[in-house]
């Protein structure tokens, strides 16, 4: 019995489970804490220059920083509701070197 | 780099860091402070844990405190009131921190003046921060030359590190002012090697790969570093154990030495000593 737990209790490889979550949490850490401090001024400054097209609220425009592979993707997501039919062009969903093909803002 | 020569560049300031409490910073610090003693440079050490003072119990001067850092920094008393010289040790002076709850009273700029006074008089100031990433622990690592990340083989202690580096990498003076970089030290305390060796613990080279900043050395788990913390002798004072050694290795790498790592292999005990107990 006691060999047995010894060779297979579930602890016997604890620190290879802890590596594992570790690089998890870190990977997710550092890509949301290295970039964000500009994040909050350019989604403001955003919404001022939409807002100039079209009526848009605070909530309808968000910004994130994220990784895809090797690459930092930023990403800017602007909905629209009752965009007026002006010259307006939609603004494209992910600006990154890696993305295939960008996706057109999703209409209201 | 001892700042002997008129041309010398001025001290080193080296902070002591972790992010986690009770891994070990103050007996790093008191232990690196010794060494740094021990091999001639003149040196200061700063606890810049105000509000809970403890640098003063592991260095063994408690009473002998009567200034304080936040005394010098209002102006109340001046810098050769409040340092403490070590009595074992002729370059070492220790400078003890305020018990005042006020956490606020440490102020960049009076730090700054401080550090600036301190300078002209020793080769390495070695700063004692306090855990957390609030005021207290960025204020003990804005000025720093170096740094050295304390971290136990566990993971709160390395996810907090990781934090605490991001920091030095974008808040320190030298960030903010676009100068080289923090120098950047890890410090492994509370290895186990037995419990490596079974896969119970994180290892070395574990904890290098996720942190992925130059390895300064290994502590291993000790008793000596209780018995050291008992009687107020930094552990780097007691050459025989094996947490004093790896200090010392630790402090001679510091100083540019190539010194091969010791304990990080688990120790093959001879009957005898499990019997007898462990030396």
Do not use: W
């Not at chain 2, 018990?99 to 700063?127: P, S």
Request: with cysteine; charged share 25%; glycine share 6%.
């Amino acid at each position: 019995m006691g060999i047995f737990n010894f060779l297979f209790s579930p602890n016997r490889n604890s620190a290879a489970v802890a590596k594992e979550r570790l690089k998890i949490v870190l990977a997710h850490e550092r890509a949301s804490n290295s970039a964000p401090d500009f994040l909050p001024k350019l989604q403001k400054e955003l919404i001022d220059v939409v807002a100039r097209y079209v009526s848009i609220s605070d909530q309808m425009i968000r910004v994130n920083v994220g990784k895809s592979g090797e690459t930092s993707v930023l990403e800017i997501n602007i909905e629209l509701e009752d965009a007026k039919p002006a010259t307006f062009i939609p603004p494209r969903r992910a600006i990154g070197t890696k993305r295939p093909a960008a996706q057109p803002a999703k209409p209201g | 780099m001892t700042g002997e020569g008129e041309d010398e560049p001025l001290a080193k300031v080296v902070c002591i860091t972790s992010g986690k409490g009770g891994v070990g910073k103050t007996t790093t610090a008191a232990a690196f402070a010794a060494g740094l003693a021990l091999r001639g440079h003149k040196t200061v050490v700063i606890d810049f844990d105000v509000g809970l003072r403890n640098l003063d119990l592991i260095m063994g001067c408690e009473r002998r405190v009567v200034f304080d850092f936040i005394n010098v920094i209002n102006g109340d008393a001046n810098l050769n009131q409040a340092l403490i010289k070590d009595k074992r040790n002729d370059n070492l002076f220790i400078f003890p921190t305020s018990q005042t709850r006020d956490k606020d009273a440490l102020k960049r700029q009076g730090v700054e003046r401080v550090l600036e006074e301190l300078k002209q008089q020793f080769d390495y100031i070695i700063c004692d921060s306090p855990a957390g990433i609030e005021h207290g622990a960025v204020t003990a690592l804005y000025f720093a030359d170096a740094a050295i990340i304390v971290t136990n083989p566990e993971v709160s202690s390395v996810r907090d590190s990781d934090r605490i580096i991001g920091i030095l990498a974008s808040r320190s003076r030298r960030a903010e002012r676009n100068e080289p970089p923090v120098e950047l030290n890890l410090l492994l305390t509370r290895y186990d090697p037995g419990r490596v060796s079974r896969g119970e613990m994180l290892t070395v080279e574990d904890v290098q790969e996720i942190l992925s900043v130059p390895l300064l050395g290994v502590i291993p788990e000790s008793e000596s570093v209780l018995r050291a913390s008992n009687t107020g002798t930094p552990v780097a004072f007691d050459n025989e154990s094996p947490a004093g050694r790896a200090y010392l290795d630790a402090v001679a790498r510091f100083l540019g030495e190539q010194r091969e790592m010791r304990f990080v292999k688990p120790e093959r005990r001879s009957l005898l000593r499990v019997l007898f107990g462990r030396a």
